[in-house]
């Protein structure tokens, strides 16, 4: 009998410190993959313009490395989410990194 897959430990969303201290390496990683204008929206949320030749591929590898990078999970939204009539009260007070 088989057993299920068990699925890795959850790191801890990342903290507001944890993202401005390292908001220069993050801009310098979302470059790479088309992104700019990070903004930081609230624990583990980050906010940014993802440009229009780019796609969800590019906004999860950014997510594993600035997670790899700051031992905390990150979830990027893109600012096209602001559209949306109930966009989260976060991702529309985003303050800039």
């Known amino acids: 009998m088989s057993q299920p897959l ?3 430990p959850r790191l801890p969303p990342a903290t507001e410190q944890q993202v401005r201290s390292r908001a220069a390496q993050l801009g310098e990683l979302a470059v790479r993959y088309g992104i700019t204008n990070l ?3 609230s624990p583990g949320r980050l906010r940014g313009h993802v440009a ?3 796609d969800l591929f590019d906004m999860f ?4 490395e600035a997670s790899d990078l700051l ?3 990150i979830t990027l939204y893109s600012d096209g989410a602001l559209r949306n009539e109930h966009v989260s009260p976060d991702l529309a007070a ?3 990194l």
Do not use: K, L, M
């Open 6 to 8: 068990a699925e890795p």
């Open 39 to 41: 903004a930081f929206a």
């Open 52 to 54: 229009s030749d780019r």
């Open 61 to 64: 590898e950014f997510q594993r």
């Open 71 to 73: 031992g905390a999970d």
């Open 94 to 96: 985003a303050t800039p």
